[in-house]
């Protein structure tokens, strides 16, 4: 499979939503990401989406010095 170079620029992107959801369950943004990609989760399409891509965002490093 080729990864595309330039995915991030076509990611719908609404910061801090998911931030704000997360708070409102009164936990991290990992661990709401984590409830919400459980099987059987009752979350929608658009959170679960949200919360891989917060995942995959964290694993990513803050800058890159060049």
């Given at each position: 499979?080729?990864?595309?170079k330039?995915?991030?620029?076509?990611?719908?992107?609404?910061?801090?939503?998911?931030?704000?959801?997360?708070?409102?369950?009164?936990?991290?943004?990992?661990?709401?990401a984590?409830?919400?990609?459980?099987?059987?989760?009752?979350?929608?399409?658009?959170?679960?989406?949200?919360?891989?891509?917060?995942?995959?965002?964290?694993?990513?490093?803050?800058?890159?010095?060049?």
């Amino acid at each position: 499979m080729k990864v595309k170079k330039k995915w991030i620029q076509k990611a719908d992107l609404k910061e801090g939503a998911f931030t704000k959801k997360a708070k409102a369950k009164n936990e991290t943004v990992r661990e709401y990401a984590k409830e919400v990609l459980k099987k059987g989760s009752k979350a929608t399409t658009k959170t679960k989406k949200q919360a891989v891509l917060a995942q995959t965002l964290k694993k990513m490093p803050k800058s890159r010095k060049k």
